[in-house]
């Protein structure tokens, strides 16, 4: 072992303090920001003439039959296909892509539901969804929040 | 002076690799006289293990390229067969190029398609574990810095830095994410490889709320069921930054090695590749049946 990291390596001490200079340069140099967070985002955005699908009282919201309708409405075309870097609401893959796949998934939050980010993307909390707008009616988006107050089902 | 600060991490990082350009020596260990101490061989077949890395590097002087490819996540429903088991979904795909200097030491610069990111990163191995077990481990330091090239989205006038009071803009350094890692690996028989490793990612910008710093550790192995092929398999526990429902990824699959090449086919919960990426974002629910196939290939040249 002496002779390994004393005769064929003499670098080794060269190394182990370069790696802890790159340490620690790295760590001190680097930006600590966190953001960004988005403040006083409530605004009214107005209401859409989408069709509103409402959901019948009492029973659970069903994900296949109210709110995949709807983001394959307002969503896909243009924008949330497969063409699209971060998120793709074709049908068949919207629910795996909001929950587990897309690129800042999960885009629900059950346990806060106001904080999924879905429903802070159609708020206009974050970036407005549809992008450009018109926003979805506040119908509309109380029964995505209703539907991931429930649990963000697969149902 | 960001750019700067930028620049001189990129140059410690080489500079701290270049003593072993001009001062190892290369070949291998003459058997007569290294017999009772001699290096463990054979513990690896290629640099990575599923999503983890490993201890092992390629022969000095030699070139590799490097595929790694993620299919998209299916559950054990109808989309299995609608999506053929996630290959009609969009992937995750990273091409790497690398150089090893040494025995010990390699350089790799690579491009995935998340985020659009490219990477540098280098891996020295600084103890090698031997069969007399005076040395129990081998032990490597893996370094990597990933440029995010895409384009960041636009935000609105009213978008604050986490602080809440500094009005939100993008700067060249939200683009740059490190991850730094101690790999301690040990053969423990002809058939069992097992390791531990430390992982610290460093992203120069988080979600508000989050730490810039993600503490990861990585436990994987590889169990030798012939002479070419190997059963290998990984879990890593992120220790913060865990958003509601946050999945630690869990890999298993199998080997196959040939002069040359190395073959890997898994099974899968993290559709991410570069571990600044993996580490901090949700992998899919295995419990709940959603699961991802990917493959690593790598093809090695070199030189007599």
Known sequence: MKKLTNVRYPALQWLVCGAVALLITGLTSCEKDQGPLILNGHGDHGHSC??????????????????????????????????????????????NQLVADGFNAPYVDPVQPESSLLIRHLRGELLLMPQGGPAWSSEKIDSVLTWIRQGALNN | ML???KCLFVGLVLASFLPTLVAQEDGPENPSQESVSSPVEFAFTGTQLINAQTTKIQPARSWYFEIQHRFGTVGLDS????????????????LALGWSFSDRLYLELGRTNASKTLDLEGKYQFARQTTNWKMPVSMALYANAALRTEDFPSVPPNAYFGDSITPFRYKFGHRLAYNTQLIVSSKLSERWTLQLTPVFIYQNLVPAGNDNLTMVLSAGGRYKLG??????????????????????????????????????????????ILESQIYTTRSADLLDGHFLLGFNIQRTYWRK
Do not use: W
Request: overall charge neutral; proline content about 8%.
């Open chain 2, 79 to 94: 989309s299995l067969v609608e999506q053929f088991l996630g290959f009609d979904l969009p992937s995750t795909i990273r």
């Open chain 1, 50 to 95: 989408d069709t509103v699908v409402d959901p019948p009282a009492g029973d659970t919201l069903s994900y296949n039959n109210f709110i995949k309708p709807m983001l394959a409405k307002g969503c896909v075309q243009g924008c949330h296909n497969p063409s699209h870097p971060k998120l793709d609401l074709r049908p068949p893959v919207s629910y």
């Open chain 2, 227 to 272: 002479f070419s092929s190997a059963l290998i398999f990984e879990y890593a526990r992120v220790f913060n930054n865990r958003s509601a429902g946050f999945i630690d990824p869990f890999s298993v699959g199998v080997e196959f090695g040939t002069a040359g090449h190395v073959f890997q086919l898994f099974v899968s919960n993290a559709s991410r």
């Open chain 2, 3 to 5: 750019q700067t600060n």
